[in-house]
């Protein structure tokens, strides 16, 4: 079974400058999870979907993030504009509610660093 | 602010010893509970989920849950090297809503 994939696993850009990141959840898993994990710190979740709609965005700064989901399977995330303190990595997530456990897979993440 | 509280270490141990790792969390609806490993530069990997109060074994790893006491623990026997990582504790509702993690604690496993 194919693991999440993520793109790219590194990006480095300008403050004020825009970024997308792009996701792929594991086949068949209806919930995927955006995560920011800065250094030192846990992954703090900044958006989850259930299929294409959002269940829980209450911690995305919706002034420069935004998230889609199209279809219900891939999902990007945008930053526009960056600012430094976003510097982090940005892990994606996903599980399968309704097997019995709602653990989170995650993939490799994306390292964005803002000068 | 529904938190997550892990003491970020270093916790160290010899090999062969048992690792002890702990975490509370505060709010008392939380239904789901796991344990991540990550290793440096990597993204975090499952070890562990316990739903029930009491003790859950798998391997060299049990994790312990007290709902009443909102705590949660991670036990590590037999410690090898290659157990050195950071810890991190997840706490979430049934379905995995709302999932806040710890800020994880640091192990190292003295060869």
């Known amino acids: 079974e194919a693991g999440v994939a993520q793109s790219p696993r590194y990006k480095i850009i300008e403050k004020r400058q825009s970024v997308a990141f792009w996701c792929n959840p594991i086949?068949?898993?209806?919930?995927l999870y955006w995560y920011q994990q800065i250094l030192g710190q846990g992954p703090k979740l900044l958006i989850q979907?259930?299929?294409?709609?959002?269940?829980?965005d209450s911690q995305l700064p919706k002034d420069r993030f935004s998230a889609e989901r199209l279809k219900g399977v891939d999902s990007t995330l945008k930053i526009q504009p960056a600012k430094l303190e976003d510097s982090a990595v940005y892990l994606c997530?996903?599980?399968?509610?309704?097997?019995?456990?709602?653990?989170?897979?995650f993939g490799p993440g994306t390292r964005l660093t803002v000068l | 602010q529904k938190e997550v509280e892990q003491n970020s270490g270093p916790l160290s141990v010899p090999e062969g010893a048992i690792a002890s790792l702990n975490c509370t969390y505060s709010?008392?609806?939380?239904?789901?509970f796991f344990w991540y490993r990550q290793y440096s530069g990597k993204s975090p990997e499952l070890i562990m989920f316990?739903?029930?109060?009491g003790d859950k074994e798998d391997g060299r790893f049990t994790a312990q849950l007290n709902k009443a006491s909102q705590y949660v623990s991670l036990l590590i026997r037999d410690s090898q090297p290659s157990d050195s990582a950071t810890y991190l504790c997840?706490?979430?509702?049934?379905?995995?809503?709302?999932?806040?993690f710890g800020a994880g604690t640091r192990l190292f496993v003295k060869a």
């Open positions: 997530a996903s599980s399968a509610p309704g097997q019995g456990t709602d653990t989170q897979y």
């Open positions: 086949s068949g898993h209806a919930t």
């Open positions: 979907f259930q299929n294409n709609g959002v269940v829980d």
């Open positions: 709010d008392r609806g939380s239904q789901s």
């Open positions: 316990i739903y029930s109060n």
């Open positions: 997840a706490v979430s509702n049934t379905g995995g809503f709302k999932t806040i």
